[in-house]
C-alpha cells in the first residue's frame, strides 16, 4: 500500500463520516527544496537537491469533528516527503506525527500516538532554523559521533527519542490559563524491541507565551532494551523575548545517559527586514565523561548559521543559509548532505538557496 492508498482511504473515511456529524477535514503540507553544497574536512564538497531546507516537506491529513458542549473530537495524520525523489521521508507512513485526540477548552486535550517528545517541542521553539537545514539545531544533536545519545540508541536514528516518541498518551493543558502551556506525556514499552521504536517514555513540559515573551522547561527520560545502564535523560530550558526590532532566544539542552552527558547551548536571532527576515544562531555541544572506556569529554564542537527568507506571499518563500561546524578533539559532527568520512576534529560548512511553498 502507498501514501496514495492510505490517503485515499482517509479521505473516503472522512467523507462518509460527514453523513451524519458535523465534522471538516483539511489536506495541508508543505513543498521545500534547496540547492545545497557542503564541504567536510579531508573529504571533497558534495552538491545536491535536497528536501526541506527551511521547512520539512510533508502531507498533512487534519480532522475535527464537533461533539457538542464544547467537545471535539479530532486526527492528524503527517507524513515526510523527499521532493527530491518524490519519496517517502521514512518507511512508515506517517512517520512525523499520527494521532487521535479529545479536548475540551476547560479540561484539554487527551492525545494518543506517535508524536512530538516534550522536549524536542521546547527545545525548537527557540532555534531560528527550526531544527532544519544546514544551519537547524539538528546537526549538534547527532548520534554519528560518540556521546550519549548513540551509546543509549546506538547509530541508527530510528529508536532515538530526541524527536518523536511511538506509542504516547499525552495530556495537553487548556488555553487561557493565563499564558501557561505544557503537557505530560507517558509512552508504553509493549514489550518489543527499541529498534521497532518500542519503548517506554515519561515526559512533561511546562511554558509561558505572551505576545512578546515565552519561556518553557522540559523533560523526557527513555528507557528500553538498549539501555542497560538506565534511563536516557533529556532536558531542555529556553526563553526568547520580542524587542520589536528583533526577536532574540536562548536555549540550553543536556543529554545523560549513564556516564555520558552532552550539553548543548543555542543563542538565536530573527531581525524582520524589508522583504522578510535575516536569522542567525550560534551553538555549542560540551561533552563529558565517557562511553565504555572512551573519554569524550575534548570531543566539543560549535556551529554558527545564517540565513535570510525573502516572502513571496502568505504561503511562498525563497531562501538562503549557510553554517560553519568547528569541531575539536574526536568530534565529527556535520552539516548534513556532506561526504562521509569527516576528519575527526575537522570543520564542516556548507550552503543552501531554496523555494518553500506550503498549501
Not at 68 to 95: C, R, V
Not at 128 to 137: D, E, I, L, T
Not at 286 to 302: E, F, K, M, P, Y
Amino acid at each position: 500500500m502507498t501514501i496514495r492508498n492510505v490517503a485515499a482511504a482517509t479521505l473516503a473515511g472522512c467523507a462518509a463520516a460527514g453523513a451524519w456529524a458535523q465534522s471538516s477535514l483539511t489536506m495541508a503540507g508543505v513543498i521545500d527544496t534547496a540547492a545545497r553544497q557542503v564541504h567536510n574536512a579531508g573529504r571533497p564538497s558534495l552538491s545536491s537537491l535536497v528536501s526541506g531546507g527551511n521547512a520539512t516537506s510533508r502531507l498533512i491529513f487534519r480532522g475535527v469533528e464537533d461533539l457538542g458542549d464544547g467537545m471535539l473530537a479530532s486526527f492528524h495524520l503527517e507524513s515526510g516527503l523527499l521532493l527530491d525523489t518524490g519519496t517517502q521521508a521514512a518507511t512508515s507512513y506517517f512517520d512525523r506525527r499520527s494521532t487521535v485526540s479529545l479536548s475540551t477548552p476547560t479540561l484539554g486535550e487527551l492525545r494518543a500516538g506517535r508524536d512530538y517528545v516534550p522536549t524536542y517541542a521546547n527545545w525548537t521553539r527557540f532555534d531560528p532554523f527550526s531544527y532544519v537545514g544546514v544551519a537547524g539545531s539538528t546537526n549538534l544533536l547527532s548520534n554519528t559521533p560518540q556521546g550519549p545519545v548513540r551509546a543509549a540508541f546506538g547509530s541508527s536514528p530510528n529508536p532515538n527519542t530526541l524527536v518523536r516518541a511511538n506509542n504516547t498518551v499525552q495530556w495537553l493543558l487548556p488555553g487561557g490559563w493565563g499564558g501557561l502551556e505544557g503537557g505530560v506525556m507517558v509512552g508504553a514499552r509493549e514489550g518489543g524491541a527499541s529498534a521497532d521504536g518500542q519503548q517506554q517514555v515519561q515526559g512533561l513540559r511546562l511554558g509561558y507565551a505572551s505576545k512578546t515573551f515565552s519561556a518553557g522547561a522540559a523533560l523526557n527520560q527513555t528507557e528500553s532494551n538498549l539501555t542497560p545502564l538506565g534511563r536516557f535523560k533529556d532536558v531542555s530550558v529556553g526563553a526568547s523575548q520580542d524587542f520589536g526590532v528583533a526577536r532574540v532566544s536562548a536555549a540550553w539542552r543536556k543529554l545523560s545517559y549513564g556516564p555520558a552527558s552532552q550539553t548543548n547551548l543555542m543563542l538565536g536571532l530573527w531581525w524582520p527586514v524589508a522583504g522578510g527576515e535575516v536569522k542567525a544562531s550560534w551553538q555549542r555541544a560540551n561533552l563529558d565523561g565517557r562511553v565504555g572506556s572512551t573519554a569524550i569529554q575534548a570531543n566539543d564542537a560549535s556551529q554558527w548559521g545564517l540565513g535570510y527568507v525573502y516572502t513571496l506571499s502568505r504561503r511562498s518563500v525563497l531562501y538562503a543559509s549557510c553554517a560553519r561546524i568547528a569541531n575539536r578533539a574526536g568530534a565529527t559532527f556535520a552539516v548534513p548532505g556532506g561526504a562521509s568520512g569527516l576528519s575527526a576534529g575537522g570543520a564542516s560548512s556548507g550552503y543552501e538557496v531554496g523555494v518553500r511553498h506550503s498549501f
